[in-house]
């Protein structure tokens, strides 16, 4: 079972990227995914997460809301991040995830999520 994250990159404050996470050796249709971020010296955070279907409801980081937007693809093996007004804070290395349970995700203890990605870094430079 593997996640890998892509996308990644460098760009200016108010800048977009869109990160990609796609599963490979099973399917995670009917799991919550989600996007972590972890900046040096900072503990892994919550960003979001979606829940089972391609119109699941969305859950965000009070930082991000309004700003990112998680999405899902039709088969569900994939998850999106798309990230506008990119702020300097925004910097870290970004980790997609997945869990059967919902909460775990957004529950605030990342320790316990059972599936991670390897990262991809993103860097908003002044």
């Known amino acids: 079972v593997q996640l890998q994250a892509s996308g990644g990159g460098s760009v200016q404050p108010g800048g977009s990227l869109r990160l990609t996470c796609t599963a490979s050796g099973r399917t995670f249709s009917g799991y919550p995914m989600g996007w972590f971020r972890q900046a040096p010296g900072k503990e892994r955070e919550f960003v979001a997460a979606s829940a089972y279907t391609a119109n699941g409801h969305a859950y965000y980081a009070d930082s991000v809301k309004g700003r990112f937007t998680i999405s899902r693809d039709g088969a569900e093996n994939r998850a999106y991040l798309q990230m506008n007004s990119l702020k300097p804070e925004d910097t870290a290395v970004y980790y997609c995830?997945?869990?059967?349970?919902?909460?775990?995700?957004?529950?605030?203890?990342?320790?316990?999520?059972?599936?991670w990605g390897k990262g991809t870094q993103v860097t908003v430079w002044p």
């Open positions: 995830a997945a869990d059967a349970l919902l909460g775990s995700l957004t529950g605030g203890d990342y320790r316990g999520v059972a599936y």
